[in-house]
């Protein structure tokens, strides 16, 4: 079986270096030999890791999708465009295809399986949510037969890094930023790690998968963790929380309707949380289903040679196929109901800065009553003139907590309000 690869840079040079060094016993394993005939790149004089034959390169996508010899394309490259004509252009002359590219799976999957499904060939992503991790196809194929409640964890290897750091080491956020970068853990724009539109990408794909519904990425309610700081880390940590960053995809009753409520946003858990201890680019991620109970997915969620190594499971499982002339299981999908972030509850944790004046506290804490907020415990940092006061509520709805902030922002005494994040129970 011939390869065509897109793009050469952590994850296509990774999988190069795997089927260097596994061919042998893949082709033992599946009686196939798999061979990359030609790599796409952008620049032919770019330095390249040693293993890759710089032979194979070429700037030319045509040389690859359009070769009749290449039964298998492989898009490394990230981005909507080029990615998702050359995938189109590769189904339509009759090759299977495996991207790692979840920003273009979640707006764009259902038009690629039609067409998939049309030329009858495979397009696998196992890489595409949560690296080398086994997830989607536990999910497409082992918990097909299961009515799952909800898929939650952490999908976005390089913010927990950057947490992680953040709190075992106080490292600043851009150090941070800079080493995951080094570590192959990052988008090419890192934005879209830490604005939350990476794991935004991957609730998406990952609840289309376990609810069987259309939930594209624009259907997920999204906040990174960019305006984090190491205030808001320090407090956590002194009072026995972690901040991660959550993909929670369930399914959630509204007005007398089943709706899916699928968000992305940081959050304090206690220490003692099972995904407290997910450190550095580990994702985990945990699966509730009515007959199976619970369910947890852990490992390497980035990286050139985890993610590769799930590029390298689809292109066996897209070889054998091709090889035996079937193709993936289809599933048939429904339009998504969301529902309204407003409607959900959670507990909160709210910092603001005051004028540190007597009446301030009181007037402060009758706003989150009269807004139906209920404080459970309050600390108050003096920073001279000013105050920070820092509040955990109890639970309370999104609304009630969006109001409680326009309130507070209309007293006088209210310097400055942060972001407020959500607090999970243990
Ligand atoms: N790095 C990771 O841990 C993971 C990455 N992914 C996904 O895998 C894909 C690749 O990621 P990385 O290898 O980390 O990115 P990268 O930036 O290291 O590599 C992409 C390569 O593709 C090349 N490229 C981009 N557009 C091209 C074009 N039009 N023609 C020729 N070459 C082009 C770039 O020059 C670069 O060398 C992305 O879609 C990413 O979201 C998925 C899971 C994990
Ligand atoms: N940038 C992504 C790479 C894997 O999907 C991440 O950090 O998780
Ligand atoms: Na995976």
């Known amino acids: 079986m011939k390869i065509g690869l897109l793009g050469c840079g952590n994850v296509g040079s990774a999988f190069v270096k795997i089927l260097i060094d596994n061919g042998d016993s893949i082709k033992e394993r599946i009686g196939e030999n798999l061979e990359i005939s030609k790599i796409l790149v952008r620049d032919l004089n770019r330095e390249r890791d040693p293993w890759i034959n710089t032979e194979l390169l070429t700037t030319e996508a045509e040389s690859i999708v359009g070769d009749p010899e290449i039964d298998i394309v492989v898009e490394v490259m990230g981005d909507l465009n080029p990615s998702k004509s050359l995938i189109e252009a590769s189904l339509r002359r009759g090759k299977s295809v495996v991207t790692a590219n979840k920003a273009l799976l979640a707006e764009h999957y259902f038009e690629i399986e039609e067409l998939a499904e049309q030329v009858g060939r495979d397009v696998f992503f196992e890489a595409a949510v949560a690296g080398g991790i086994p997830l989607i196809r536990s999910l497409r194929v082992s918990l097909v037969g299961e009515r799952l409640s909800r898929v939650t964890g952490i999908v976005n290897g390089t913010t927990n890094f950057i947490l992680t750091r953040m709190h075992e080491e106080s490292l600043a956020f851009e150090e941070a930023l800079a080493m995951a970068q080094r570590l192959g853990y990052a988008e090419a724009d890192p934005r879209a790690d830490l604005e939350g539109y990476d794991a935004a990408a991957k609730a998406a794909i990952l609840s289309s998968i376990a609810f069987g519904m259309k939930v594209r ?18 407090f956590a940590s002194r009072h026995g929380f972690v901040i991660k960053l959550i993909a929670e995809c369930a399914r959630v009753q509204y007005e007398n309707s089943q709706r899916l409520s699928v968000r992305v946003f940081p959050a304090l858990l206690p220490a003692t949380h099972p995904l407290s201890s997910v450190r550095d680019a580990f994702n985990a991620i945990f699966v509730e289903g009515e007959a199976v109970g619970e369910l947890m997915f852990y490992g390497r969620g980035a990286g050139g040679l985890p993610t590769a190594s799930a590029v390298m499971g689809d292109v066996i499982d897209a070889a054998q196929n091709l090889h035996y002339g079937s193709t993936e299981r289809r599933l048939r999908r429904r339009e998504v109901k969301v529902v309204p972030l407003d ?16 009446g301030v506290l009181a007037k402060v804490a009758t706003v989150f009553g009269e807004c139906g907020v209920s404080i459970a415990s309050m600390e108050q940092i003096g920073l001279g003139e000013e105050a920070r006061l820092v509040f955990l509520t109890h639970s309370a709805k999104e609304r009630s907590m969006v109001l409680t902030l326009d309130a507070l922002a209309q007293l006088d005494s209210v310097r400055k309000i942060h972001r407020y994040l959500r607090v999970i129970d243990g």
């Open 343 to 358: 409607a959900l509850e959670s507990n909160f944790y709210v910092a603001i800065e005051v004028a540190d004046k007597p």
């Open 217 to 234: 990425f624009q259907d997920v309610l999204c906040e990174g963790i960019s305006n984090l700081t190491a205030k808001d880390v320090e």
